[in-house]
């Protein structure tokens, strides 16, 4: 958590002191030239006018709330009430608004189904497009080089690589994320969860399982010990 | 094709289908700075100051020597600063005199 | 909307217009102005098939500033959609400079329309800071795998499905 330290005292001074500024924690990292540059061009910018500390700090927390706990619970929903599925399937954006997850950016939420014969996975080759409000920021190899460059080519050998290994009677269905669309995978719910409750089966959902590297297993949950 | 066209013409981070090695999977936490900066670019494109497609621009437009040296946050202030002085929201001078201002608070 | 960007609009939907007399429009969905859809004409398949995103095209999908001027007549032939569902689809093989969102491994390559979506700024513009005004229509093209590479080592069923848009596409 790292909305900037507020001032302690409120009077006018000079820079010669050592206290907290805003957005000036000392302990926190190294001198980085580029911490600087970014603090340089947020100042500037609310000087101009153009941009409110205040809606910068309410971005933060905006970061901070979104995890794939989100999209665990809209799958989860999604594999115990039908009619939510379907809604869902049929315009992601507006399913999830239902629990409150709003799309920005213009973009909208599509979402894919795996079943016995399709497993998606998805992929952004040009830059690290994800469905941020379901899923939160993405993992560093989403955005690393490896992932993008092969997971339109081989993504056998790379779902292979995250343990996920499908015989060739499923198709794969790779999802480049290039443009205005953002994906979410569906996961297979596993055999013998049927007695398990919404929160219950949320809590097997993975993010991997929704970018679609992975598949969800039944073993998850026991094995953390939690929910079962 | 010239031996220099694609340099033109096949943007840096356009690397659908080539090969790679295997992917790393360690993660690392996200910097404070980090998150400043991805909040910062979030606002920039709620006001159409710098949209997320002209942040994408100023990252390509680095070119791939400083794309493949810097951070995936550095590349995205040092886009957002082009495409500010690009845009004359900002000022070259403007940026070096509050940059020396906040390294000299810091200290 | 200044001067110079009404006379943009107008040249672009000349162009589309000029490509819309060349070759059938197979689902001619209008959107006119203020938000209301015309009923598109009888199409072979099922007309609501992978079209969600305009069966909820809602009035403010529309630019405001080309609602208030009451380009009607731009609004709707900028609308149509040059291809239907199912149509076969080849990627232009061209090389814009600056700034692209249609990779290089899909240039030349023949798929099919999966889905047709809504409308949005043509990225190659926003990055120049184009905000308003003209819009280009996306669409979900899906591939064979053995079609984007030929060496392809994995199922016959697998496929890869990207967004284009139509500047980027052509009959095939």
Same mark, same amino acid.
């Given at each position: 958590?790292?909305?900037?330290?507020?001032?302690?005292?409120?009077?006018?001074?000079?820079?010669?002191?050592?206290?907290?500024?805003?957005?000036?924690?000392?302990?926190?990292?190294?001198?980085?030239?580029?911490?600087?540059?970014?603090?340089?061009?947020?100042?500037?910018?609310?000087?101009?006018?153009?941009?409110?500390?205040?809606?910068?700090?309410?971005?933060?927390?905006?970061?901070?709330?979104?995890?794939?706990?989100?999209?665990?619970?809209?799958?989860?929903?999604?594999?115990?009430?039908?009619?939510?599925?379907?809604?869902?399937?049929?315009?992601?954006?507006?399913?999830?608004?239902?629990?409150?997850?709003?799309?920005?950016?213009?973009?909208?939420?599509?979402?894919?189904?795996?079943?016995?014969?399709?497993?998606?996975?998805?992929?952004?080759?040009?830059?690290?497009?994800?469905?941020?409000?379901?899923?939160?920021?993405?993992?560093?190899?989403?955005?690393?080089?490896?992932?993008?460059?092969?997971?339109?080519?081989?993504?056998?050998?790379?779902?292979?690589?995250?343990?996920?290994?499908?015989?060739?009677?499923?198709?794969?269905?790779?999802?480049?994320?290039?443009?205005?669309?953002?994906?979410?995978?569906?996961?297979?719910?596993?055999?013998?969860?049927?007695?398990?409750?919404?929160?219950?089966?949320?809590?097997?959902?993975?993010?991997?399982?929704?970018?679609?590297?992975?598949?969800?297993?039944?073993?998850?949950?026991?094995?953390?010990?939690?929910?079962? | 094709?010239?031996?220099?066209?694609?340099?033109?013409?096949?943007?840096?981070?356009?690397?659908?289908?080539?090969?790679?090695?295997?992917?790393?999977?360690?993660?690392?936490?996200?910097?404070?700075?980090?998150?400043?900066?991805?909040?910062?670019?979030?606002?920039?494109?709620?006001?159409?100051?710098?949209?997320?497609?002209?942040?994408?621009?100023?990252?390509?437009?680095?070119?791939?020597?400083?794309?493949?040296?810097?951070?995936?946050?550095?590349?995205?202030?040092?886009?957002?600063?082009?495409?500010?002085?690009?845009?004359?929201?900002?000022?070259?001078?403007?940026?070096?005199?509050?940059?020396?201002?906040?390294?000299?608070?810091?200290? | 909307?200044?001067?110079?960007?009404?006379?943009?609009?107008?040249?672009?939907?000349?162009?589309?217009?000029? =490509?819309? #007399?060349?070759?059938?429009?197979?689902?001619?969905?209008?959107?006119? /102005?203020?938000?209301?859809? $015309? *009923?598109?004409? @009888?199409?072979?398949?099922?007309?609501?098939?992978?079209?969600?995103?305009?069966?909820?095209?809602? =009035?403010? #999908?529309?630019?405001?500033?080309?609602?208030?001027?009451?380009?009607? /007549?731009?609004?709707?032939? $900028? *609308?149509?959609? @040059?291809?239907?569902?199912?149509?076969?689809?080849?990627?232009?093989?061209?090389?814009?400079?600056?700034?692209?969102?249609?990779?290089?491994?899909?240039?030349?390559?023949?798929?099919?329309?999966?889905?047709?979506?809504?409308?949005?700024?043509?990225?190659?513009?926003?990055?120049?800071?184009?905000?308003?005004?003209?819009?280009?229509?996306?669409?979900?093209?899906?591939?064979?795998?053995?079609?984007?590479?030929?060496?392809?080592?994995?199922?016959?069923?697998?496929?890869?499905?990207?967004?284009?848009?139509?500047?980027?596409?052509?009959?095939?």
């Amino acid at each position: 958590m790292t909305l900037p330290a507020q001032p302690s005292h409120d009077h006018d001074h000079d820079h010669d002191h050592d206290h907290p500024h805003p957005g000036v924690a000392k302990d926190e990292e190294p001198y980085s030239y580029y911490a600087n540059l970014e603090l340089a061009v947020r100042e500037l910018l609310i000087e101009a006018g153009l941009i409110t500390a205040d809606e910068h700090r309410r971005q933060i927390e905006i970061l901070d709330s979104r995890s794939p706990l989100l999209g665990a619970k809209v799958v989860a929903r999604a594999w115990t009430d039908p009619d939510f599925k379907e809604r869902l399937l049929k315009d992601g954006s507006a399913a999830s608004e239902e629990m409150g997850i709003t799309m920005y950016d213009g973009a909208h939420l599509i979402v894919h189904e795996n079943t016995d014969k399709v497993h998606n996975m998805v992929v952004c080759t040009l830059c690290s497009c994800y469905p941020r409000p379901v899923l939160g920021l993405p993992p560093d190899w989403y955005k690393n080089k490896q992932y993008r460059a092969r997971a339109v080519k081989e993504p056998r050998a790379v779902l292979k690589e995250f343990g996920t290994v499908l015989p060739d009677e499923v198709g794969i269905h790779v999802h480049d994320s290039n443009a205005n669309m953002r994906y979410l995978i569906l996961p297979l719910r596993p055999a013998g969860t049927e007695e398990m409750t919404e929160q219950e089966l949320a809590d097997l959902v993975t993010r991997d399982s929704m970018i679609g590297v992975t598949v969800v297993k039944s073993s998850l949950a026991q094995r953390n010990g939690s929910h079962v | 094709m010239s031996s220099t066209e694609s340099l033109i013409t096949h943007l840096p981070n356009d690397i659908g289908g080539r090969d790679a090695d295997a992917i790393n999977m360690e993660e690392h936490p996200m910097l404070p700075w980090e998150k400043r900066c991805h909040a910062l670019l979030d606002v920039l494109a709620t006001h159409q100051i710098v949209n997320t497609e002209e942040k994408r621009r100023g990252v390509e437009g680095l070119g791939s020597e400083i794309i493949g040296k810097l951070t995936y946050y550095e590349r995205w202030i040092v886009s957002a600063v082009n495409v500010l002085l690009e845009k004359r929201i900002l000022t070259p001078d403007q940026i070096a005199n509050k940059t020396k201002e906040i390294a000299e608070r810091k200290l | 909307m200044d001067e110079s960007e009404i006379q943009s609009i107008n040249r672009r939907d000349v162009l589309l217009l000029a =490509a819309a #007399a060349g070759a059938p429009l197979s689902v001619p969905s209008l959107v006119l /102005a203020g938000g209301s859809k $015309a *009923s598109p004409p @009888a199409h072979s398949g099922d007309p609501s098939m992978g079209h969600p995103a305009i069966e909820t095209q809602r =009035a403010d #999908a529309i630019p405001h500033s080309m609602k208030v001027k009451g380009h009607s /007549a731009e609004i709707a032939i $900028a *609308s149509r959609t @040059a291809f239907a569902v199912n149509d076969s689809v080849r990627i232009k093989n061209k090389t814009p400079v600056g700034h692209y969102r249609t990779p290089f491994y899909v240039r030349n390559k023949t798929g099919r329309i999966e889905r047709i979506l809504d409308e949005f700024i043509n990225p190659e513009e926003e990055a120049y800071g184009k905000n308003s005004g003209s819009k280009v229509r996306l669409y979900r093209v899906s591939f064979a795998q053995q079609e984007l590479w030929p060496e392809y080592r994995g199922a016959s069923n697998d496929k890869l499905q990207i967004e284009i848009s139509e500047h980027w596409l052509e009959s095939a």
